[in-house]
């Protein structure tokens, strides 16, 4: 048998399978102190589920990857401390993240990371790594559905031109 046949998980992981799992930890990690931090900023309610679903989601995906890397002897990244919650009201005026900002914030966020999880994907010959960025991009695709729709519904999405062309007026 070859070095790359039977289970995937004892397969050695490449070079590039090393650093795009390395720095999706550092991402993920990353991801759930910013957005604890633009919870607090938050006065939506409906916002403010969908960041506690971003963190709850970044934190499962830490634990995934922190798992692999352990498993296949690479050293960790930094993690940042919790960020304690506080009251929008002690937060002054000028210092505040608007909702419809955090909002482009973590569609911004959701966007990027679904580049990240097909590139990942894409590069993985272990099946296993593939398919565990498969399982992120599916979950971030379907947060990001969520924040389009809220998006949409608060009116924060601002759109691009919209090309509307009818057949006729040729």
């Not at 097909?118 to 971030?140: L, N, P, V, W």
């Amino acid at each position: 048998m070859g070095i790359l046949n039977g289970n995937p998980k004892d397969e050695p992981m490449h070079y590039g399978e090393v650093y795009g799992t390395w720095a999706a930890l550092t991402v993920a990690k990353a991801s759930v102190a910013g957005n604890q931090a633009l919870l607090n900023h938050t006065g939506d309610e409906n916002l403010q589920k969908l960041l506690e679903e971003a963190i709850q989601a970044a934190q499962q995906e830490a634990s995934q990857l922190e798992t692999l890397l352990k498993d296949n002897g690479v050293g960790l990244p930094p993690t940042p401390s919790e960020r304690p919650k506080a009251s929008l009201e002690d937060i002054p005026p000028g210092a505040q993240f608007m909702d419809p900002e955090i909002a482009a914030a973590l569609s911004k966020e959701i966007a990027g990371g679904l580049v990240a999880c097909s590139t990942m994907i894409g590069q993985s010959i272990r099946e296993d790594i593939a398919m565990m960025f498969g399982q992120f991009h599916t979950q971030k695709a379907a947060l990001g559905a969520k924040v389009l729709k809220l998006n949409k519904e608060k009116g924060w999405l601002v759109p691009p031109p919209l090309h509307q062309h009818n057949a006729e007026d040729n």
